[in-house]
């Protein structure tokens, strides 16, 4: 949970090290038996194998899950290369397994019902004296439907763009498999059940909301979250992940206060956890924002600035609130190390434009609703603060932020319910052409939430598909594109399942 180089260097010389102990041959799993049945070795001996070698290729497997996510960190177009094919060997194997350990508990539960020997009872007496259990395969199942059920989910996420490539590799994408297989893992005898669980509550908590997966349905995944947290409390009562994602459910439900006492409450009990309490402040910094809280956001940013190594500079721009954007400006441009970042590139942009020219108080408010509405945190905002929120976009007066301002001003009225006043004001925001010299993102996410409304209207559904596909290929080269075209994908995704093509 760490970003620190020489960290991740020692976690790829550890993974490394498991996979060449845990190698084992390449044979599956059912062909083993088979050529022990025909060769007629005594059962007993190969036991521990049959199970270890499942095991064991499971294990490589997730090593070289980790090594690919350590590569993709450094967001070099070689290290993209090099991840994805190490992805798709980690695929192979888990499909491989997967598929040995469903065959094999088929012939295990055909050898508890049946009462007398059939064609198939060789393989049926050789699976009982090979020591398998229900538990031993249960158990691997579990494993193996940890790497296997992420697989699924993350690539059904995939936007178009990269599908292509994805398919070259050789991976498919299928979210409800995902979702059953990171359940069944989450409720084995495995050890990493837990992961599994808080693989689920990333899902239901983060990934859904954040990326608009299920539309302007931000609440959604919210009772299967409350369920997994239900089942799993008695467990892990001083948790402070469980704690972390509770903060996470009531910040969605709009509870914030509440959800600042949760997260204020896991950070407690991470005393001794650093990545753990660095996401706790992150979510105090963001729900503070929500209330218009300045103060408290830019003490807890300011403590992750200087404590955190991932993204100062993304820090340091948070930092700014309303009150602080003057001094930020250059500390925001000095912590720029990652070229290849999008939210750092962001932030510099953004930096620089407030370094050319001098911020009014109106204009530093209207930057930290930006920030809110690009990491979709505005449906969190209560009614009171949204309308204080467009208040403040109003009273913005400059020509230069005209797009942005109509924006932002049409995601609010979309949160309070005004339909139609967010249509006109998307509307206008896409037709601005001078925010081209100022921000390129606008027009696209206008584009797209333009088209999301007139979806949800059954006579504008045609036009509303239109707007999402212009979105999606007329614009380019635009502050968090990949962002944008995951929402386009979930889109355009739940679109085909209303009306299916």
Known sequence: MTFEEEKMQLACDDLKATEKLCESEEAGVIETIKNKI????????????????????????????????????????????????????????YNKCYTDINTLQELYQKKITQESLTSDAANDNHIAAEGVTEDSLNRLKGAVSFGYGL???????????????????????????????????????????????????WYHTVVRPFFALDGSDTKAGLQEAKDILQKKEAAYPNSSLFMFFKGRIQRLECQ??????????????????????????????????????????????????????????????????????VNTICEV??????????????????????????????LCVLASIEVLYLWKALPNCSFTNLQHMSQACQEV??????????????????????SEDAVQFFQRALKDELCRQHNLYIQPYACYELGCLLLENPQTVPRGKSLLLQAKEEFTGYDFENRLHVRIHA???????????
């Open 256 to 325: 914030i206060n509440s959800a600042l006492t949760s997260f204020h409450t896991a950070l407690e009990f991470a005393t001794d956890q650093r990545e753990i309490q660095h996401v706790c402040l992150y979510e105090i910094g963001w729900c503070s924002m929500i209330e218009m809280n300045f103060k408290d956001a830019f003490e807890s940013f300011e403590r992750l600035k200087n404590e955190s190594r991932w993204s100062q500079c993304y820090y340091a721009y948070l930092t700014a609130g309303k009150y602080h954007y």
């Open 333 to 362: 441009q000095k912590l720029f190390k990652r070229k290849n970042n999008q939210i750092e590139q962001f932030s510099v942009k953004k930096a620089d434009r407030f370094r050319k020219q001098k911020p009014t108080q109106e």
């Open 38 to 93: 025909k060769k007629n070795v005594d059962g007993r001996k190969a036991a521990p194998s049959m199970i270890d070698r499942l095991q064991r290729q499971i294990i490589v497997a997730d090593c070289q899950v980790y090594l690919a996510v350590l590569s993709f960190v450094k967001q070099e177009l070689s290290a993209y290369i090099k991840g994805g094919w190490i992805l798709r060997k980690a695929w192979k194997i």
């Open 151 to 201: 697989f699924h989910l993350c690539i059904s996420m995939v936007p178009p763009n990269l599908l292509k490539i994805i398919n070259l590799l050789g991976f498919p994408g299928d979210r409800l498999q995902g979702l059953s297989s990171l359940m069944y893992a989450s409720e084995s005898k495995d050890m990493k059940a837990p992961l599994a669980t808080l693989a689920l509550l």
């Open 397 to 418: 007066d400059d020509s230069a932020v005209v797009g942005l301002k109509n924006l932002l001003l049409g995601a609010i009225h979309k949160c309070l319910g005004n």
């Open 491 to 501: 889109a355009l995704a739940s679109l085909r399942e209303v009306v299916p093509q």
